[in-house]
Antibody
């Protein structure tokens, strides 16, 4: 079955660090663009970071310099290392596959995990 | 960054109704526009990509139109499972950005 399963969320104090994991099955992470998208409670969706199939990365301005996206080929797993956490990082974090669809190769988030909740609070 | 604005923010409709949601981009995104459905407590689910292409497994009552800066998602014959929040998202230029969402509620 093709799926993504996140883990690693929890309650963390401001300034702390947390690493999220996203285990993939049914496809190879390194052959795809993979992103993290977050959603604060009752709010909309916010893209956080992407790792391209070639290994390049990009980040939202709001997390640049604090978060690091990476992947493990042997584990077929995506990670998000979050440092210097702030209250406004509190959200459900989803990993998502940025699939290439159709003959014209448009991209869209075609596979999502169930999400893992991160709460930053003292 | 490209700003995506959806209207309305919420709407009430009945089973069987035809519903249309609009998404406007702050600059052209050509056809790089996707639509997602999210039910409470669940992850978003891709409905439409490339403005009008139906994702595999999505019922044909969902349809998308538009290009450039203005797009619509139409649900023809609303079903009970369609009461949800819908988001548009542009994939034309980085960073990918989402609309604020449109909540479709039961009248």
């Amino acid at each position: 079955e093709v799926q993504l399963v996140e883990s690693g969320g929890g309650l963390i104090q401001p300034g702390g660090s947390l690493r999220l994991s996203c285990a993939a099955s049914g496809f190879i992470v390194t052959n795809n663009y993979m992103s993290w998208v977050r959603q604060a409670s009752g709010k909309g969706l916010e893209w956080v970071s992407i790792i391209y199939s070639g290994g390049g990365t990009d980040y939202a301005d709001s997390v640049k310099g604090r978060f690091t996206i990476s992947r493990d080929t042997s584990e077929n797993t995506l990670y998000l290392q979050m440092n210097s956490l702030r209250a406004d990082d509190t959200a459900v974090y989803y990993c998502a596959r940025d699939g290439i669809l159709g003959t014209a190769r448009y991209d869209a988030f075609d596979l999502w995990g169930q999400g893992t909740k991160v709460t930053v609070s003292s | 960054d490209i700003q995506m604005t959806q209207s309305p923010s919420s709407l009430s409709a009945s089973v069987g109704d035809r519903v249309t949601i609009t998404c406007r981009a702050s600059q052209t995104v050509t056809h790089y526009l996707n639509w997602y459905q999210q039910t409470p407590g669940k992850a978003p689910n891709l409905l439409i990509y490339a403005a009008s292409a139906l994702q595999s497994g999505v019922p044909s009552r969902f349809s998308g139109r538009g290009s450039g800066t203005e797009f619509t998602l139409t649900i023809s014959g609303l079903q009970p499972e369609d009461f949800a929040t819908y988001y548009c998202q542009q994939s034309y230029s980085a960073p990918p950005t989402f609309g604020q969402g449109t909540k479709v509620e039961i009248k």
